[in-house]
């Protein structure tokens, strides 16, 4: 069984920096494009960014590029995000996803590209 664990939230001020961990296990890792995705309450899970199962390309949301750094560690099975000059509206619960497809050729942002997701870590930052 697949099973993604996250850890790093937590509550930071304006202009400060966090990093994210998502801990895979249950299949291969390497073999997997993976994601961070976002949620407030109200609205729809976001992309926030992604890296091929590689590990050679990534991609990001407009909102979060030049900011946030997404990285992979196939030895440990670990997906990271580190989050730099965080603002308000960074504000959500945020989730690893790791794609339904082996080795996938084209990076896709879509919800429906992921099949396995994990509980989330809320990330709050104040202004």
């Known amino acids: 069984q697949v099973q993604l664990v996250e850890s790093g939230g937590g509550l930071v001020q304006a202009g400060g920096s966090l990093k994210l961990s998502c801990v895979a296990s249950?299949?291969?890792?390497?073999?997997?494009?993976m994601a961070w995705f976002r949620q407030v309450p109200g609205k729809e899970r976001a992309f926030v960014a992604g890296?091929?199962?590689?590990?050679?390309?990534?991609f990001y949301a407009d909102s979060v590029k030049g900011r946030f750094t997404i990285s992979r560690d196939n030895a440990k099975s670990t997906l990271y995000l580190q989050m730099n000059i965080l603002i308000p509206g960074d504000t959500a619960v945020y989730y690893c996803?790791?794609?339904?497809?082996?080795?996938?050729?084209?990076?896709?942002?879509?919800?429906?590209?992921?099949?396995?997701w994990g509980q989330g870590t809320q990330v709050t930052v104040s202004s």
């Open positions: 996803a790791s794609d339904q497809y082996i080795r996938r050729a084209v990076f896709s942002r879509r919800l429906d590209a992921y099949d396995y």
């Open positions: 249950g299949r291969t890792f390497s073999n997997y494009g």
């Open positions: 890296i091929t199962w590689s590990g050679l390309h990534t």
